[in-house]
């Protein structure tokens, strides 16, 4: 079969391997209809995200149709079609019965390794680094998935790929985003990044009813499509984000911040971005943390803030004393997305939603290497690309 | 669109990350070590400026090393080959000892300087082209099939889990749990 084989920094090819096969009584093969460039892929792309091996099939959004199940999966029969979520779940440990999926204590079978990073492991991922378990990702023809009797979403008919495609990753990961702010219909939300994830946080913001949505990039294209999901938009090259959200809450600034940026912090205007980009360069430090840093300043006193944006490693200069001064809640985390799939996909069923707003780019697998870069610069209006496989 | 040169920009960009670390590297060197360099090359009393010159290459690496473009960093090292070269060649006179180290340092200069001037050259050519961007319109794009209006609220149904609920003590005391 054919897949997208990371190489290393910069060098994703399109390879020919072996089809996977069957290797727990609880595995199914899918094959994929549909995959997507996460904006996650692009800190493996750039060499950020430790873990990676030569060959590694990457991706970790995709959505396929059933064409085996091992003999004690129950819950999926040949030609069901389903979404896959990325992170890989049991279904039974104690975190996954406390709907911490992204958490889970079994999937990663490379525990030591994530123990000795992290403290202690997280969930085995698809197609992300040996850190989450080295598992060949979704951006290929067929993939092997593990506990595939508790992670996959089976689609009814009648919905397209492309409205639940998202249903594996970036939607979730939105809406988990803006859940875990607990948003009020009184609250501010800003969100920092206007990405895939961003545009979900928007619209998720949206539709849980805060009084006002504030998106913060500097693309254009980004910010447009921002702001037809009914986001008011700061472009932070040409005005002063903290003065600008200052203003549009009487001076308090927002109650409620998202980071959907991550550890590649584009903000090359300011110093403390130029000196994260030495350091990181230099290996002083892992991630860039500009974003993080901006909304500690600027949001409102019991705030709270929420991290879906990836970081991986050690970040300095986090002014730590003005979280804990204005009794600032931070939650991150990776996404449970089990949790949320049956509400969003009755959602997206129900025509309150439609994902497919978000795709501006769709290609052959073939074309997966190119789109990488042209993601990675934002060029030729890239929002969100999907593979056919 | 890249325009590809002899090099593509993926392994001009792999070069330029190695000569970054080189120039690091060679100016830790040259900064902390200065009299071993003069020493070795029989050019004792040049330290200041060694260790000078050990500054310019830290500075140029890690130049290359955090930009998005090392291009103009890398022609700033072919400059820094000349300068270099430039010294060197005060030193390759009959009256010093070790005036073949000199020779081989000199050689060993102009060899990277070539190195460095065609990564510089290919990152030029593959450069990014400077044509505007293509714009293209998203101001329609809502994602909400009823449109954005009707759907503000409409996943007010949804319970917020009580994991992920404010904590009391920070929630506004006359304000009910939504």
């Not at chain 1, 060098?11 to 549909?34: F, G």
């Not at chain 1, 003005?322 to 129900?350: F, S």
């Not at chain 2, 290919?122 to 044509?131: D, G, I, K, M, S």
Request: net charge negative; glycine share 12%; charged share 25%.
């Amino acid at each position: 079969m054919r897949a997208l084989r990371y190489h290393g920094k910069h060098d994703i090819r399109c390879d020919t391997v072996p089809d996977p096969e069957i290797e727990h009584p609880r595995d199914a093969i899918i094959r994929v209809t549909s995959c997507a460039i996460c904006g996650s892929d692009l800190h493996l792309y750039d060499g950020f995200m430790p873990g990676m091996k030569n060959g590694d099939i990457v991706g970790h959004e995709f959505m396929g149709e059933v064409v085996e199940v091992g003999s004690e999966n129950k819950k999926l029969k040949v030609g069901d079609r389903v979404v896959v979520p990325f992170t890989i779940v049991c279904g039974e440990c104690d975190q996954c019965r406390r709907g911490n999926f992204s958490v889970c204590e079994r999937t990663n079978r490379n525990r030591e390794m994530a123990e000795t990073a992290f403290g202690h492991s997280t969930a085995g991922l698809f197609g992300y680094t040996h850190l989450t378990g080295g598992y060949a990702g979704g951006q290929a023809e067929y993939v092997r998935v593990p506990y595939a009797d508790v992670g996959p979403v089976k689609i009814p008919d009648g919905l397209t790929d492309e409205q639940v495609l998202f249903l594996g990753d970036i939607f979730p990961t939105g809406w988990q985003a803006i859940v875990q702010l607990d948003p009020q219909p009184t609250d501010t939300v800003a969100i920092w990044g206007a990405g895939p994830v961003g545009q979900f946080c928007v619209r998720s913001a949206v539709l849980l009813g805060v009084k006002q949505v504030i998106s913060i990039d500097n693309v254009p294209e980004r910010l447009a499509m921002a702001q037809a999901g009914g986001a008011i938009t700061i472009n932070f090259d040409e005005e002063s984000v903290v003065e600008r959200l200052n203003e549009l809450t009487g001076g308090k600034g927002p109650e409620k911040c998202v980071d959907a940026v991550g550890l590649e912090a584009h903000a090359s205007g300011t110093i403390d971005s130029m000196v994260d980009r030495v350091k990181q360069a230099t290996m002083l430090e892992t991630d860039r943390p500009h974003v993080l840093r901006e909304i500690f300043y600027v949001c409102r006193p019991a705030g709270t803030v929420s991290v879906p944006g990836v970081y991986g490693g050690v970040v300095d200069k986090i002014p730590f004393g003005m979280v804990m001064n204005k009794g600032l809640t931070i939650r991150t985390g990776q996404t449970h997305v089990n949790r949320w799939t049956d509400d969003l996909l009755r959602r997206i069923q129900e025509g309150q939603i439609d994902p497919s707003f978000v795709i501006t780019h769709t290609v052959g697998l073939e074309k997966g290497p190119e789109m990488y870069k042209t993601f990675r610069d934002k060029q030729d209006g890239c929002i969100k690309v999907v593979l056919k496989p | 669109m890249h325009h590809e040169g002899r090099l593509s920009r993926d392994r001009a960009l792999g070069l330029a990350e190695a000569l970054g670390w080189f120039s690091i590297g060679l100016g830790a060197l040259e900064l902390f070590a200065p009299r071993t360099v003069t020493r070795a090359l029989g050019m004792e009393g040049k330290e200041e400026t060694v260790a000078l010159y050990g500054v310019r290459e830290i500075v140029t690496g890690i130049g290359i090393l955090a930009s998005e473009n090392p291009g103009p960093w890398l022609w700033g090292r072919v400059g820094g080959d000349a300068l270099d070269l430039f010294s060197l060649a005060g030193g390759a006179h009959a009256d010093n000892p070790q005036r073949s180290h000199v020779g081989v340092a000199m050689a060993t200069v102009a060899g990277i300087a070539v190195v460095d001037w065609v990564c510089a050259e290919a990152l030029q050519e593959t450069r990014p082209a400077t044509t505007p961007p293509r714009r293209v319109d998203y101001a329609r794009r809502s994602g909400f099939p009823q449109g954005a209006h009707a759907a503000r609220g409409a996943a007010s149904d949804f319970e917020i889990p009580n994991d992920m609920r404010t904590p009391d003590l920070l929630r506004p005391l006359n304000q009910t749990r939504h």
